[in-house]
């Protein structure tokens, strides 16, 4: 090899090695997005399953229960979980590749469970269950009207 | 078997029915007690991650991001992480069993997690580099804190 082949490796090693450090960091942070939204989901059904079980009267309606729960969803709503779709993060995952065709409606969706989750926690402290269980199936209705869209079917 | 023999065996039979019921509801309830404490974890890695790496130099300080992971990980602390450790969740996780035995001080080192983080989200509202970084260091100490008591080693 002569001086220039071996400069021309060398700088394409480099740019190489750059290339997958990138792609690898890429990687690592789009796992990292994925983990974050997927753990922000959870922590809405710990704070739902009870009030829907309450709602649907499959367990005894307990005003304090349900109000601590309307408040932790609430606080948990204010986490911004679509920090959590950076584009490219569908695959493998029940994302829509839509979401970031949609990108506006996705986040005014995620508004509007936001919005009701709020209305909740102030409902939920006057302690009138008819009131509680109708808030909670119009803060319900919020997410399935996102997943319907933009969750893929199993 | 005579009508004695029968209602007994009628009665075990519910009493075994109920109890299995019961088991299935706590084992599931127990898990996902576990699946939001450890979702709320790892929404704190997603807050604390970038603002590691800017204190650490890993990553170059970008003021804007900074601030709102630092906004994202007090709201994050707002959730009660205490309520996923019902008694009797340390089997097969990284729970010390000694949780339970030292509950209120447990509780006590996640509300020191939750002041400094709060503590956090104010100073980085203020732009000040090297006052964020410090504060980010005081709060990432209360998570070691309660990891080194209360984490099983890996």
């Not at 679509?82 to 506006?104: M, N, R």
Request: glycine fraction near 8%; charge should be neutral.
């Amino acid at each position: 090899m002569n001086k220039r082949t071996i400069k021309f490796s060398l700088v394409s090693c480099l740019i190489g090695s750059l290339c997958y450090g990138s792609a690898l960091i890429a990687s690592e942070s789009t796992q990292g997005a994925i983990d974050f939204r997927e753990s922000v989901m959870t922590t809405f059904k710990w704070y739902l399953q009870p009030m829907g079980a309450m709602t649907k009267g499959d367990m005894p309606f307990d005003a304090t229960l349900f109000k601590s729960r309307a408040e932790g969803l609430a606080n948990a709503t204010r986490l911004d979980v679509t920090e959590g779709f950076p584009l490219g993060s569908a695959e493998d995952t029940e994302a829509q590749p839509k979401i970031w065709d949609d990108w506006d409606d996705f986040k005014l969706k995620y508004e509007a469970l936001q919005k009701e989750a709020t209305e909740l926690q102030r409902v939920a402290s006057s302690g009138d269950e008819a009131a509680m269980k109708a808030q909670f199936g119009k803060t319900a209705k919020t997410c399935g009207g996102c997943h319907k869209e933009y969750r893929k079917k199993k």
